[in-house]
């Protein structure tokens, strides 16, 4: 006779920690196998996350699970790891982390003909066609010592590429990737990249480097069924090279080897809603469990980043010479708006060096960080300002539809035909955004094509692929637009670069708003000169004589770096420190706050009963930017020099939180990225 056996089960319900079932007769399930069970009137799928001959529980109230789905290969034992690691770090039960991070089709129930879609699902992918020649470039000497830092490494080796833009960084990544395979041909490599739309370029050229590999891609833009299937090829070993946004993370990758994550400081790599992770610490994670290299490059590191550089945590691999030849860095100017005379918000020097630009046929682009054609409607008689009527912030007035839209919310309305107060009919934009600038060029060099880029002409699908085309193909003059355009693109004849209004960037409450814009400037730096013509860039901005200037003209990173972390560390704060945000949102503030104050008074306890002397709670504030969408929101700051007691720290907190019966809605962040 065979004994029952017990399984416990993860699934995706708040704090529920794994629960105790039994497999029904004739199944044998393992760990990592997925499985319906009955919760409560619900049936949910669960993951099997352990197995017992043994409980605690009254034979009368076992309860057998429903399904066994053992159709597909158990869940790895790593990945089981690193889901029970995110969990635990970020505040939430196994199996919200662990299911959550399945394609829909692995974390529902089966449908009917459920065996027939999953072999579907397993249906080969055609292999695409390589548009893009494969050139082979010869490495230099920083490019040959990079790849070969990380082939001679061995178990957990987290590196950072620092590397210049153009400085040859996705080359590396591709030789590191062929050593890889070089020594083990089934290897899989996971290579996170921040926006998948934005990075064609990036793809084509892994596909043309590896022809005969298996290469998926994960992002919020496939459909259900898409995603299902790149996921089971990652699982199954089929597929070895998953290209991915955040998401891609949670990925089943058994043979995983190497991670790569490109432009590791970029701020979507940590989720902004539901469980707040960061994919680039969890890429760390992960490579920490299986022990194997890891690779974060960028321009500009975050200083976290960087900070762990300087301590002797991860290993620096520098690119300090741009791979091409005769490319060169763009020599700065800084102009000052109040000291010279402007022309509808150029400086004269600027006007002059896009003229000369246009004259010489070569391209300009303008960079500035606001979207729309003005950030406010205003009404010159009464000072009226076209506030959103659901949040603390102004509605942006968009001319090419006619509309008032909040960015926050997404409220809009049509643009009133005068104004609501005073009746005044005369409302005038304040203010300028990419699509005012872009109106603006028009009027200005007339003859010159204009395009825009960003958030609001990119909304129809391939419209940002078919706009960068026309970059490349040379039929765009003047290219305006959002962080977008400084994104990972070779524009051919780029030699002027003109950024506007950064100074809002430089003056900021937020700590990290400064290293932000130091990003963003070296990103839209590295756009010009790429292909042997010299190239300038010129700064609009009041503070010519800061610290981020003197850097940027050197494109000197590190000492940036090394200056923001000396200011970090005498201000005691990140990385430094680690932090969790509790975040209240109510009708009304003074319920949000009511609310901290009892959280703040329940973490005092706990600090005081379990002695977590070290643990700092400051007082509840609103937010920032207090009211989005008829929510008023206030937080909670909590920090620690220790990352570890803040985490033992927070799941106690966490326990006694979610006791509170409140109307009030609640989430924590760990390690925010604002606060
Ligand atoms: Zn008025
Ligand atoms: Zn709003």
């Given at each position: 006779?065979?004994?029952?056996?017990?399984?416990?089960?993860?699934?995706?319900?708040?704090?529920?920690?794994?629960?105790?079932?039994?497999?029904?007769?004739?199944?044998?399930?393992?760990?990592?196998?997925?499985?319906?069970?009955?919760?409560?009137?619900r049936q949910e799928v669960g993951l099997i996350v352990g197995l017992s001959d043994q409980t605690d529980i009254p034979a009368e109230k076992q309860k057998t699970?429903?399904?066994?789905?053992?159709?597909?290969?158990?869940?790895?034992?790593?990945?089981?790891?690193?889901?029970?690691?995110?969990?635990?770090?970020?505040?939430?039960?196994?199996?919200?982390v662990a299911i959550a991070g399945l394609p829909s089709f692995f974390r529902s129930k089966p449908r009917p003909r459920y065996l027939q879609s999953l072999e579907r699902l397993r249906k080969p992918f055609a292999k695409k066609k390589v548009t893009e020649q494969q050139?082979?470039?010869?490495?230099?000497?920083?490019?040959r010592q990079a790849v070969e830092a990380v082939k001679n490494s061995h178990g957990f080796a987290p590196f950072v590429l620092h590397g210049v833009t153009g400085s040859g960084k996705t080359e590396v990544?591709?030789?590191?990737?062929?050593?890889?395979?070089?020594?083990?041909?089934?290897?899989?490599?996971?290579?996170?990249?921040?926006?998948?739309?934005?990075?064609?370029?990036?793809?084509?050229?892994?596909?043309?480097?590896?022809?005969?590999?298996?290469?998926?891609?994960?992002?919020?833009?496939?459909?259900?069924?898409?995603?299902?299937?790149?996921?089971?090829?990652?699982?199954?070993?089929?597929?070895?090279?998953?290209?991915?946004?955040?998401?891609?993370?949670?990925?089943?990758?058994?043979?995983l080897a190497l991670v790569v994550v490109d432009e590791e400081h970029d701020l979507s790599y940590k989720s902004g809603e539901g469980i707040r992770y960061s994919a680039r610490d969890l890429a760390v994670k992960w490579a920490q469990l299986k022990s194997i290299a890891v690779v974060l490059g960028s321009a500009t590191p975050s200083l976290e980043t960087w900070s762990k550089v300087r301590s002797g945590h991860y290993r620096l691999l520098t690119l300090s010479k741009r791979a091409v030849p005769g490319a060169c860095l763009p020599a700065l100017t800084v102009v000052n708006p109040r000291e010279q005379k402007t022309v509808k918000g150029f400086?004269?020097?600027?006007?002059?060096?896009?003229?000369?630009?246009?004259?010489?046929?070569?391209?300009?682009?303008?960079?500035?960080?606001?979207?729309?054609?003005?950030?406010?409607?205003?009404?010159?008689?009464?000072?009226?300002?076209?506030?959103?009527?659901?949040?603390?912030?102004?509605?942006?007035?968009h001319k090419y539809n006619g509309r008032l839209v909040c960015h926050h919310c997404g409220w809009s309305s049509p643009v009133y035909r005068c104004c609501p107060d005073c009746g005044n009919v005369d409302l005038i934009p304040m203010g300028a955004g990419t699509q005012r600038i872009e109106e603006t060029l028009g009027q200005l060099w007339p003859q010159a094509r204009v395009l825009r880029i960003d958030r609001d002409s990119t909304l129809r699908k391939n419209a940002a692929k078919e706009a960068f085309e026309a970059v490349h193909a040379g039929e765009v003059d003047i290219?305006?637009?959002?962080?977008?355009?400084?994104?990972?693109?070779?524009?051919?004849?780029?030699?002027?670069?003109?950024?506007?209004?950064?100074?809002?960037?430089?003056?900021?409450?937020?700590?990290?708003?400064?290293?932000?814009?130091?990003?963003?400037?070296?990103?839209?730096?590295?756009?010009?000169?790429?292909?042997?013509?010299?190239?300038?860039?010129?700064?609009?901005?009041?503070?010519?004589?800061?610290?981020?200037?003197?850097?940027?003209?050197?494109?000197?990173?590190?000492?940036?770096?090394?200056?923001?972390?000396?200011?970090?560390?005498?201000e005691w704060s990140v990385p430094y420190v680690s932090q969790a945000l509790l975040m209240a949102d109510a009708t009304t503030i003074d319920k949000a706050l009511g609310f901290l104050e009892h959280a703040k008074a329940l973490a005092e306890n706990i600090i005081e009963e379990e002695h977590f002397e070290g643990i700092v709670v400051y007082d509840p504030i609103p937010m920032a930017l207090m009211k989005v969408a008829d929510k008023e929101r206030g937080q909670l700051l909590v920090e620690s020099g220790s990352k570890l007691l803040l985490t033992k720290f927070l799941r106690q907190w966490y326990r006694s939180l979610c006791s509170v019966k409140t109307t009030v809605h609640w989430t924590m962040d760990v390690d925010p990225a604002d606060v």
């Amino acid at each position: 006779m065979t004994h029952p056996i017990f399984v416990s089960v993860a699934l995706d319900v708040p704090l529920l920690p794994p629960l105790t079932y039994k497999a029904a007769d004739g199944t044998s399930p393992k760990v990592g196998d997925r499985c319906v069970v009955p919760l409560g009137k619900r049936q949910e799928v669960g993951l099997i996350v352990g197995l017992s001959d043994q409980t605690d529980i009254p034979a009368e109230k076992q309860k057998t699970y429903i399904r066994l789905l053992n159709e597909t290969e158990p869940l790895g034992t790593t990945w089981l790891k690193l889901t029970k690691f995110s969990a635990d770090y970020y505040q939430h039960s196994w199996g919200e982390v662990a299911i959550a991070g399945l394609p829909s089709f692995f974390r529902s129930k089966p449908r009917p003909r459920y065996l027939q879609s999953l072999e579907r699902l397993r249906k080969p992918f055609a292999k695409k066609k390589v548009t893009e020649q494969q050139t082979e470039l010869s490495l230099n000497d920083d490019q040959r010592q990079a790849v070969e830092a990380v082939k001679n490494s061995h178990g957990f080796a987290p590196f950072v590429l620092h590397g210049v833009t153009g400085s040859g960084k996705t080359e590396v990544y591709l030789r590191m990737m062929e050593n890889v395979f070089q020594e083990k041909p089934q290897a899989q490599i996971l290579f996170l990249v921040p926006e998948i739309n934005l990075t064609p370029q990036l793809e084509a050229r892994v596909r043309a480097h590896f022809p005969d590999k298996v290469i998926v891609s994960m992002h919020s833009g496939l459909a259900n069924g898409e995603r299902a299937r790149a996921w089971l090829a990652c699982h199954e070993k089929r597929a070895q090279i998953l290209i991915g946004t955040r998401m891609a993370i949670f990925a089943s990758l058994p043979n995983l080897a190497l991670v790569v994550v490109d432009e590791e400081h970029d701020l979507s790599y940590k989720s902004g809603e539901g469980i707040r992770y960061s994919a680039r610490d969890l890429a760390v994670k992960w490579a920490q469990l299986k022990s194997i290299a890891v690779v974060l490059g960028s321009a500009t590191p975050s200083l976290e980043t960087w900070s762990k550089v300087r301590s002797g945590h991860y290993r620096l691999l520098t690119l300090s010479k741009r791979a091409v030849p005769g490319a060169c860095l763009p020599a700065l100017t800084v102009v000052n708006p109040r000291e010279q005379k402007t022309v509808k918000g150029f400086c004269t020097e600027v006007i002059d060096a896009i003229s000369e630009t246009l004259e010489k046929k070569q391209q300009v682009i303008i960079f500035l960080n606001r979207r729309g054609y003005a950030p406010v409607l205003t009404c010159p008689t009464c000072g009226w300002l076209s506030k959103c009527p659901h949040c603390s912030t102004y509605a942006v007035y968009h001319k090419y539809n006619g509309r008032l839209v909040c960015h926050h919310c997404g409220w809009s309305s049509p643009v009133y035909r005068c104004c609501p107060d005073c009746g005044n009919v005369d409302l005038i934009p304040m203010g300028a955004g990419t699509q005012r600038i872009e109106e603006t060029l028009g009027q200005l060099w007339p003859q010159a094509r204009v395009l825009r880029i960003d958030r609001d002409s990119t909304l129809r699908k391939n419209a940002a692929k078919e706009a960068f085309e026309a970059v490349h193909a040379g039929e765009v003059d003047i290219l305006v637009g959002t962080q977008m355009v400084a994104k990972g693109h070779d524009f051919q004849r780029v030699s002027l670069v003109v950024v506007l209004n950064i100074d809002a960037q430089l003056v900021s409450a937020n700590p990290r708003s400064e290293e932000r814009a130091f990003a963003n400037l070296m990103q839209v730096a590295g756009r010009a000169g790429r292909f042997g013509l010299p190239a300038r860039m010129i700064v609009q901005s009041r503070f010519g004589d800061r610290e981020i200037f003197a850097a940027l003209a050197q494109q000197n990173y590190p000492r940036y770096a090394d200056y923001l972390l000396g200011i970090r560390k005498a201000e005691w704060s990140v990385p430094y420190v680690s932090q969790a945000l509790l975040m209240a949102d109510a009708t009304t503030i003074d319920k949000a706050l009511g609310f901290l104050e009892h959280a703040k008074a329940l973490a005092e306890n706990i600090i005081e009963e379990e002695h977590f002397e070290g643990i700092v709670v400051y007082d509840p504030i609103p937010m920032a930017l207090m009211k989005v969408a008829d929510k008023e929101r206030g937080q909670l700051l909590v920090e620690s020099g220790s990352k570890l007691l803040l985490t033992k720290f927070l799941r106690q907190w966490y326990r006694s939180l979610c006791s509170v019966k409140t109307t009030v809605h609640w989430t924590m962040d760990v390690d925010p990225a604002d606060v």
